[in-house]
T-cell receptor, first 115, second 114 residues
């Protein structure tokens, strides 16, 4: 089954404790992206990747890191989480960043709480 | 920059009522337009899309028409069901060369009561 898999689904942590949210897709997609969803703000892009070893900042990259060492995986790293990073996070992928009518495939989300 | 404005929710309707969720956009180029739906506890799924002016996207009884003159892409359904309860996001992708893909609206929560 074609899917984007995120883990964990729920995560509670404390300020400053490094964490990683994993994302994996089995569709051989070139493009992958991370979003955060906050009430009243919709989805805002954190980072995206056009292909292996190619990453770039989205609209809200501060406090986050990403890597793309393999095509299928795109982990989101919070080196020193803070309470303002409490949010619902989504990973998404698509075949490429080219045609404007390509659809994104989303994971089920990771609810992160930073205390 | 690009932006999408959706009508604020939440929207509560009775089953079989008519639904309209308004969406307007601003874009520097000539965007493609999308509606995504998020069911409780799930990620977003593409509901429908339109890539040029006057195109009508449709799926599962939902429709939206790309109106370039009013920069709008309103979502409609003639008769909603309880199973349509979800959050609906309007989105655009500008074809001006950016690789950032979608710009989303803030989402509209729809609740349909039996």
């Amino acid at each position: 089954e074609a899917q984007v898999t995120q883990n964990p689904r729920y995560l509670i942590t404390v300020t400053g404790k490094k964490l990683t949210v994993t994302c994996s897709q089995n569709m051989n997609h070139e493009y992958m992206s991370w979003y955060r969803q906050d009430p009243g703000l919709g989805l805002r892009q954190i980072y995206y990747s056009m292909n292996v070893e190619v990453t770039d900042k989205g609209d809200v990259p501060e406090g986050y890191k990403v890597s793309r060492k393999e095509k299928r995986n795109f982990p989101l790293i919070l080196e020193s989480p803070s309470p303002n990073q409490t949010s619902l996070y989504f990973c998404a992928s698509s075949f490429g960043g080219g045609p404007s009518n390509e659809k994104l495939f989303f994971g089920s989300g990771t609810q992160l709480s930073v205390l | 920059g690009d932006s999408v404005t959706q009508m604020e929710g939440p929207v509560t309707l009775s089953e079989e009522a008519f639904l309209t969720i308004n969406c307007t956009y601003t874009a520097t180029g000539y965007p493609s337009l999308f509606w995504y739906v998020q069911y409780p506890g799930e990620g977003l799924q593409l509901l429908l899309k339109a890539t040029k002016a006057d195109d009508k996207g449709s799926n599962k009884g939902f429709e939206a028409t790309y109106r370039k003159e009013t920069t709008s892409f309103h979502l409609e359904k003639g008769s909603v069901q309880v199973s349509d309860s979800a959050v609906y996001f309007c989105a655009l992708r500008d074809r001006s060369g950016s690789a950032r893909q979608l710009t989303f609206g803030s989402g509209t929560q729809l609740t349909v009561l039996p």
